[in-house]
């Protein structure tokens, strides 16, 4: 069975800011998120979505939380529910990336 690539110009444009940021090479981040060449960091940038795990890697490496890599922040203005309603969403959106679950209807 062939494993299935997901593609996000979105989340590739958020690693390529993450890496600018750093201020590493391609090489030089592949190794840091977890021994990678320059050559897979560069199709994680063109669209292609690394695993969940190293999408956990490279948000911890630049402080930031797994879901900033999926697009824009949104204020949750201190409502607790909200803010338990996004995180559920988000975890979620990393399972269907990696392949673990499905993306159910909204409601």
């Known amino acids: 069975m062939a494993l299935r690539k997901f593609t996000s110009k979105e989340i590739g444009n958020n690693i390529r800011k993450i890496r600018v940021e750093l201020r590493q090479t391609q090489e030089e981040f592949g190794k840091e998120a977890g021994g990678y060449s320059q050559d897979t ?26 879901d900033s890599l999926f697009g824009e922040k949104k204020d949750l203005g201190g409502d607790l529910d909200g803010a ?17 679950g499905r993306k159910k209807p909204r409601r």
Do not use: F, N, Y
């Open 84 to 100: 338990l309603a996004e995180l559920r969403r988000a975890s979620e959106r990393v399972k269907v990336i990696a392949g673990k």
């Open 41 to 66: 960091v560069a199709k994680w940038e063109s669209g292609q979505v690394p695993h969940a795990m190293t999408l956990k890697r490279i948000a911890d490496m630049a402080h930031r939380p797994v």
